[in-house]
T-cell receptor
């Protein structure tokens, strides 16, 4: 079945460092791909998404490009801030009987130090 | 801002009690989901619904049950709580199309003592 694999955390960076969180997927067909973020004590919220190959999703300085040839959707940010400390989930839309549901990766915790 | 609400946010309850975790959304979404989130932060789908009177078991076996009598409401019930049920429970909804995202509530942190 479809699945998502993302790099294990925690990832610890200093403020203004460059961030990459790797995500690869296995899917039949052409899923949409998503990154969600979970701040402490909160539910998940959508960070960005891409719906077809070569699409780039971006939001709040984060970017990810849908790479069909490498089945990847790596999350990047050029300069992280302390407020970016959170857990990041890569996800894809999985077709099923009755409609699509979301398949999540295991999550990567990011700590940003001042 | 997502219009999906979970109550209570925190619940501490004794072993053997029956509990219901509430989840409501005002977006008219047909698809709703319950996830259990372990301390390592991984999400496990335990129940989902594609519409009124539709409920399905998720990937992780759970002793909880759900119902979907109204589009906006998707409560989760534990008939007899046990310490092993201690976890964070997240409710979500979506339009359920290929390119649409899920919207999450803030979660219920359940502790069974």
């Amino acid at each position: 079945g479809n699945s998502v694999t993302q790099m294990e955390g925690p990832v610890t960076l200093s403020e203004e460092a460059f961030l990459t969180i790797n995500c690869t997927y296995t899917a039949t067909g052409y899923p949409s791909l998503f990154w969600y973020v979970q701040y402490p004590g909160e539910g998940l919220q959508l960070l960005l998404k891409a719906t077809k190959a070569d699409d780039k999703g971006s939001n709040k300085g984060f970017e990810a490009t849908y790479r069909k040839e490498t089945t990847s959707f790596h999350l990047e940010k050029g300069s992280v801030q302390v407020s970016d400390s959170a857990v990041y989930f890569c996800a894809l839309s999985d077709p099923g009987n009755g409609g699509f549901k979301t398949i999540f990766g295991a999550g990567t915790r990011l700590f940003v130090k001042a | 801002e997502a219009d999906i609400y979970q109550t209570p946010r925190y619940l501490v309850i004794g072993t053997g009690k029956k509990i219901t975790l509430e989840c409501s959304q005002t977006m008219g979404h047909d698809k709703m989901y319950w996830y259990q989130q372990d301390p390592g932060m991984e999400l496990h789908l335990i129940h989902y619904s594609y519409g009124v009177n539709s409920t399905e078991k998720g990937d992780l076996s759970s002793e909880s049950t759900v119902s979907r009598i109204r589009t906006e409401h998707f409560p989760l019930t534990l008939e007899s709580a046990r310490p092993s049920h201690t976890s964070q429970y997240l409710c979500a909804s979506s339009e359920g199309r290929r390119n649409t995202e899920a919207f999450f509530g803030q979660g219920t942190r359940l502790t069974v003592v």
